[in-house]
């Protein structure tokens, strides 16, 4: 139903003109994957499995703008640790060349690397069962 084909009492309603709190708009998916700039697949996958917040009105996945803000934060990633120019370390403001040779770690020589290269064994085979 396009918002043209609403009766005027409902439009009324979802508008918020009799006083009460105006209805969400409810997005697709399709719309959603657009904002996110992803699949549509991705978006009813992910509403499938749990793992974003949705609505189901009958056996259709909406999201109000609440939801997509949501998920935005939900995949939202944070850098791993802030380094402040004060307290950088030597390490961190040493050319890119020192930094590589000093974090490698020099090679265990071990009969395994020292002599020819052999494959391991296969985790199972074709016809053994995964415990």
Same mark, same amino acid.
């Given at each position: 139903?396009?918002?043209?084909?609403?009766?005027?009492?409902? =439009?009324?309603?979802?508008?918020? =003109?009799?006083?009460?709190?105006?209805?969400?708009?409810?997005?697709?998916?399709?719309?959603?994957?657009?904002?996110?700039?992803?699949?549509?697949?991705?978006?009813?996958?992910?509403?499938? @499995?749990?793992?974003?917040?949705?609505?189901?009105?009958?056996? =259709?996945?909406?999201?109000? =703008?609440?939801?997509? %803000?949501?998920?935005?934060?939900?995949?939202?990633?944070?850098?791993? +640790?802030?380094?402040?120019?004060?307290?950088?370390?030597?390490?961190?403001?040493?050319?890119?060349? %020192?930094?590589? @040779?000093?974090?490698?770690?020099? @090679?265990?020589?071990?009969?395994?690397?020292?002599?020819?290269?052999?494959? +391991?064994?296969? @985790?199972?085979?074709?016809?053994?069962?995964?415990?």
């Amino acid at each position: 139903m396009h918002r043209s084909d609403i009766p005027p009492a409902l =439009a009324r309603r979802l508008t918020g =003109a009799e006083g009460g709190a105006p209805l969400p708009r409810l997005y697709r998916p399709e719309e959603i994957a657009e904002a996110l700039g992803c699949s549509a697949w991705w978006v009813k996958d992910r509403a499938r @499995r749990g793992l974003i917040p949705h609505t189901r009105v009958g056996r =259709a996945y909406r999201f109000t =703008a609440a939801h997509l %803000a949501e998920i935005v934060r939900l995949h939202e990633e944070r850098p791993k +640790r802030f380094v402040s120019s004060a307290s950088a370390s030597p390490a961190a403001t040493s050319p890119p060349a %020192a930094r590589t @040779r000093a974090a490698q770690s020099p @090679r265990p020589t071990t009969p395994a690397t020292t002599g020819r290269l052999r494959a +391991r064994p296969p @985790r199972r085979t074709q016809y053994e069962t995964v415990v």
